[in-house]
């Protein structure tokens, strides 16, 4: 579903200076399948998701969704690619000036979806969420965990095959992570989406990932099931 080879990626920081914020990382992530990113600040996660939600393309190497490199995919390749493609964040990304109906709607209006369909799907998107009792309200009536199921319901408007996961529970209690994860767990059963997500929370991992790979200055140094990884000495 996802396959990175041999992909590196080096940012000029200036003119005699670089960084290899992703160092020779091959990796595959399989449909149907969590896939968890674990490290530390710095280690390169941000850079893999960007170079998976075609916002960077690699230096070196190959990134390929549904069997296709990226980075030669045409114009119109990119835009039905990008519907593909759902993504949620630590700090939720919600526009405050529009409704919770409204957030959701609107890649669907990008789409140019017919108005009376994009009700219907909302309001699913919403049931199945939790949320539909909060269609007309604005993010900042939400708590935490109510802004990221407003997320959620947003990523999976288009129906991706791939929901791509940025600290998505970074800025959450316990309790609500708990919440969060167990309704990742639905998107991924009952739409069979494949969710790749990176953290630095151990926690995460162990809750809903099938497998991981922990990265460390650019490099992944260990990939395996989150039981090999993480019971195994
Ligand atoms: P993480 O998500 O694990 O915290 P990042 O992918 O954000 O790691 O960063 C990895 C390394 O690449 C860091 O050293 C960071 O400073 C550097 N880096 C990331 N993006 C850029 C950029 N656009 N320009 C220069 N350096 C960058
Ligand atoms: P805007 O796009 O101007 O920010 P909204 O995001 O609030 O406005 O709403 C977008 C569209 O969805 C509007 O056409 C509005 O009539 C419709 N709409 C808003 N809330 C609801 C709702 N709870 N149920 C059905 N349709 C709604």
Redesign the pocket.
Known sequence: MIEFREVS?V???SKQNE????NDVSLSVNEGEIFGVI????????????LVNLL?SPTYGEVLVNDKSISTLSPKELRQMRQKIGMIFQNFNLFNSRTVFGNVAYPLKIAKVPKQEIKKRVNELLSFVGLADKADQYPEQLSGGQKQRVGIARALATSPDILICDEATSALDPETTGEILNLLKKVNREFNVTILL?T?EMNVIRTICNRVAV?EN?EVIEEGSVYDIFTNP
Do not use: D, P, Q, Y
């Open positions: 990626k940012f000029h920081t960084v290899k914020a992703v490290g530390l600040s710095g280690a390169g996660k941000s850079t893999l998701l960007r960077e990176i630095h990265m650019g």
